[in-house]
Every structure is written in structure tokens, then in C-alpha cells.
């Protein structure tokens, strides 16, 4: 049961992310000028999918493109049907809220690239890409019809659905940093 001081930060830490994503979208961008919208994403995967099919592309790190993005589906329908597991309320309510207002803050998120979802399925190796990046459109188009309850976040506990969109987008960016162009 969450304390009266770790609903304050909650509610700190997400009146300071709200507050940031109305001040106009300073940070409605991302380092390498991307814009932070599922619309951006699903070009910029498009463009990955047409790289890779081109042999232009690869994947520099421990999961496979098909992995990639079969994780980061995973995130977003975990914020439609619930994540199997959780961290803390206390390290929601102080640590990911704030990991969380950061990243917003910074347009960018960093994370460990081949940390699964706590809980989720493991990601094989070698799967289809044109299967996993079905799934992940899928799973954004779905997200973004929602008009339900969203589900707390694992880490950074509930998001409105500005917030989780940013935080769908920049998953995604992070784990394209693992992209490398060829010619």
C-alpha cells in the first residue's frame, strides 16, 4: 500500500510530465530530429523495413530485428492488457516516475536494449521480421484507437495516453539506435 509520501511523488512526478507535454511539446522532437508520434514511428519503421529488405540495414546487438520489434509490441500491448510483472509502488511512485519525466524532458529514452520485458515471454531468435513488424504496427494501431483504462507501466506506473505514446515512440527510437546503416 502506496505511503502519503509516495502518492505526493506520483502525483509530482506525473502533474511534471502532464505539464511538460502541454508546455507546447519543447520537447516534441528527439535528438535526431524525429518527431515523437506513432504516425513518425510507423515511417521511420517503414523506412527500416525497406533499408533491411535492401540488405542496407542491420541489427548491431544482442536481439535480431525480428526480436526488436516483437519487444517493443510486447510494451505496448502490455499497456493495453496489463504487464505481467511490476516493479515496486515505491519505485514507481519515485525512481520511474521521475526515470520517466526525465526521458520526456530529454525527448529520449535509454535503456537497456536487450533487457526483456520483466515477465514477458522470451523473444527467439530468428523469428520473421515482416511477422514482428506486422505485430508491432498492429499493436500501435490498436493503441492508438484505445480508448479504455491504460495499464500502469512496469517501471513508471500510470501514464496517461500522451505519456505512454511518448514513451511507445521512444522505446522504439532507442532500440533504432542499434540500427546500422550500410552504402
Known amino acids: 500500500m502506496a505511503t502519503d509520501h509516495q502518492r505526493r511523488n506520483l502525483v509530482i512526478g506525473i502533474a511534471v510530465g502532464s505539464v511538460m507535454l502541454s508546455a507546447g511539446g519543447w520537447f516534441a522532437i528527439d535528438g535526431n530530429n524525429k518527431p515523437l508520434t506513432i504516425a513518425a514511428a510507423l ?8 533499408a533491411y529488405a535492401n540488405n542496407n540495414a542491420s541489427v548491431n546487438g544482442e ?76 499493436s500501435l494501431a490498436q493503441f492508438h484507437s484505445f480508448s479504455g483504462m491504460l495499464m500502469p507501466h512496469f517501471a513508471y506506473g500510470y501514464l496517461s495516453k500522451a505519456q505512454y505514446e511518448l514513451a511507445h515512440v521512444m522505446h522504439f527510437y532507442n532500440h533504432l539506435t542499434q540500427v546500422v546503416h550500410h552504402g
Open 43 to 50: 515511417v521511420e519503421l517503414d523506412q527500416l523495413l525497406a
Open 63 to 138: 536481439w535480431d530485428l525480428a526480436q526488436m520489434l516483437n519487444h517493443c509490441a510486447q510494451s505496448v500491448e502490455y499497456s493495453l492488457s496489463g504487464f505481467p510483472e511490476h516493479k515496486s509502488d515505491l519505485f514507481k511512485h519515485s525512481v520511474g516516475a521521475l526515470a520517466f519525466t526525465a526521458f520526456a524532458a530529454k525527448g529520449r529514452m535509454t535503456h537497456g536494449l536487450s533487457e526483456p520485458i520483466p515477465g514477458a515471454p522470451t523473444l527467439a531468435a530468428g523469428g520473421s521480421v515482416a511477422a514482428a513488424a506486422q505485430r508491432f504496427k498492429a
